[in-house]
């Protein structure tokens, strides 16, 4: 699958990473600016959208905008 939005590359992560999701719904900053988020769960954003870059399903213009 294509993704063509940040959104959808967000979608993608809090599905692919229910741990992640767990905590940040828990103290309520899922949608909150990125740094309001733990650095493991950063880490994992960036690593998700370095991966979807290499296998094809993001631009790199894209990947290069994307935040969590």
């Keep these: 699958m294509n993704m063509t939005t940040q959104k959808q590359i967000r979608d993608s992560f809090w599905e692919s990473h229910p741990e992640h999701e767990a905590h940040a719904r828990k103290w309520g900053i899922k949608?909150?600016?990125?740094?309001?988020?733990?650095?493991?769960?950063?880490?994992?954003?960036?690593?998700?959208?370095?991966?979807?870059?290499?296998?094809?399903?993001?631009?790199?213009?894209?990947?290069?905008?994307?935040?969590?």
């Design 31 to 68: 949608t909150a600016p990125r740094n309001r988020h733990n650095c493991d769960t950063r880490q994992a954003y960036y690593d998700h959208v370095e991966y979807l870059n290499r296998s094809g399903a993001i631009s790199d213009k894209l990947a290069n905008r994307a935040t969590l």
